[in-house]
């Protein structure tokens, strides 16, 4: 099988790397704030809006990889005694409807980074801007709509499923 084009699965490793690197702070924090909180009362000062912010980024950071490592969900109740002509047509529709939805949540993303910018809207606690964590999620959304998109043109351009 083809794979999808090297810059593609590039970008895609960097995303997940990236939101691995992201929720690896994000555990060490919570670490840092239960022990802090239990062992020596001192607490982390919005701890739950980082948390919440890194991690909806993260989510988006994993997209990129796994769509090209073919590695959403297949429900294939109905298409399991079809052939591997249907079922590739399939996944290319599939992959099709992947991209218009990840093109979609990329605008609406990047509206709301706009409209939190122009109403300088941020955390509770910190005032952490909302703005970053909407335009941190717009490139991997846009990153996952083109992989989607290959995926969708050329035929066989899926990497292998891992069992």
């Known amino acids: 099988m083809r794979k999808l084009p090297a810059v593609l699965e590039l970008l895609a490793k960097v995303c997940a790397v990236l939101g691995g690197a992201l929720l690896t ?8 704030s239960v022990l802090g909180r239990n062992l020596l009362d001192v607490t982390v000062v919005g701890d739950f809006e980082l ?3 890194a991690s909806g980024l993260a989510v988006a950071l994993f997209m990129p990889w796994c769509q090209s490592k073919r590695g959403h969900i297949l429900v294939d109740f109905f298409t399991s005694r079809a052939s591997a002509q249907t079922n590739a ?4 529709l599939g992959a099709l409807a992947v991209c218009a939805l990840m093109a979609m949540l ?3 993303t990047s509206l709301g980074g706009l409209n939190a910018w122009d109403n300088h809207s941020g ?5 952490f801007p ?6 941190g999620m717009v490139p991997p959304l846009l990153l996952t709509a083109l992989i989607a998109l290959r995926q969708s043109i050329a035929p066989n ?3 292998q499923a891992s069992p």
Do not use: E, N
């Open 25 to 32: 702070v994000v555990t060490l924090l919570t670490c840092a």
């Open 51 to 53: 948390t919440g912010v």
């Open 89 to 92: 047509k399939l996944d290319r």
């Open 106 to 108: 990329a605008w609406r």
């Open 123 to 127: 955390s509770m606690l910190l005032g």
């Open 130 to 135: 909302d703005w970053v964590v909407y335009f």
């Open 157 to 159: 351009t899926y990497a």
